[in-house]
């Protein structure tokens, strides 16, 4: 597999099925929220702010700050410590995965899925592409956004080559909902415990991560 030069799409293929998983457990188990990007949280966090609800204000804040702290450890990290952030964000993910286990099901549901907040941001920022497409594996807004714009330009000057974007984002889409029809059936059997199973998909993306970076390695020989 680190031979392959596909193995970029495949890393992020990987990874946005762990970004699915996380999306849908996140809605699954903490009463439809989800935790990971922060339109929603912003929004509620004026509209807590608005309603005088200072105990929701401060939860809020919190899952801002450890998203941008989680962003900026990507940059930070990686300048003062040498630390390999495709290997250290599916770590991360791993680490959350197991910390989501052991919040209570009746804890407070923004503050059960801080995990997500933190490892779903470092995940964003440590993989934003492949390809040479830049595309979430967190969220399908702009995935949606880049199929739809590729498959219309098609039609308007009939260049079969923006099929190769067009695939690019459909397969992502494809991999981010079969992460989250996996987090569907975890949470059924296993309810708040059902994370467990995300670490086999992060396992997995980390392999891919592993192989990727031994690719650049050899070809740069």
């Known amino acids: ?24 457990y996140a809605i699954l188990c903490r009463t439809g929220l989800l935790a990971s990007a922060q339109t929603m949280n912003l ?15 401060v939860l809020h804040v919190g899952a801002l700050l450890l998203y941008v702290l989680g962003t900026m450890l990507t940059v930070l990290l990686p300048h003062y410590l040498h630390i390999n952030m495709h290997r250290a964000s599916p770590v991360i993910d791993a680490l959350a995965c197991i910390v989501l286990c052991f919040i209570p099901e009746n804890a407070n549901p923004l503050l059960g899925l801080y995990p997500i907040f933190f490892a779903m941001s470092v995940q964003w920022s440590s993989f934003t592409g492949a390809r040479g497409y830049i595309s979430s594996t967190i969220f399908s807004t702009n995935n949606t956004k880049q199929a739809s714009l590729a498959f219309a330009e098609y039609i308007t000057d009939g260049d079969k080559g923006h099929f190769d974007k ?17 987090s569907f059936f975890a949470v059924k ?5 059902g994370a467990w199973v995300n670490i086999i998909l992060v396992a997995n993306a980390y392999y891919m991560a592993v192989c990727e970076d031994k690719y650049k390695e050899a070809s740069l020989k």
């Open 1 to 24: 597999m680190s031979n392959n030069p596909k193995i970029d799409f495949y890393r992020h293929l990987s990874f946005a099925a762990v970004g699915g998983f996380f999306g849908a």
């Open 166 to 182: 067009v695939w690019f984002y459909v397969f992502t889409l494809l991999a981010f909902h079969l992460g989250a029809a996996i």
């Open 43 to 57: 929004l509620e966090l004026v509209i807590s702010a608005l309603r005088g609800d200072a105990y929701a204000v």
């Open 189 to 193: 059997l296993m309810g708040i415990r």
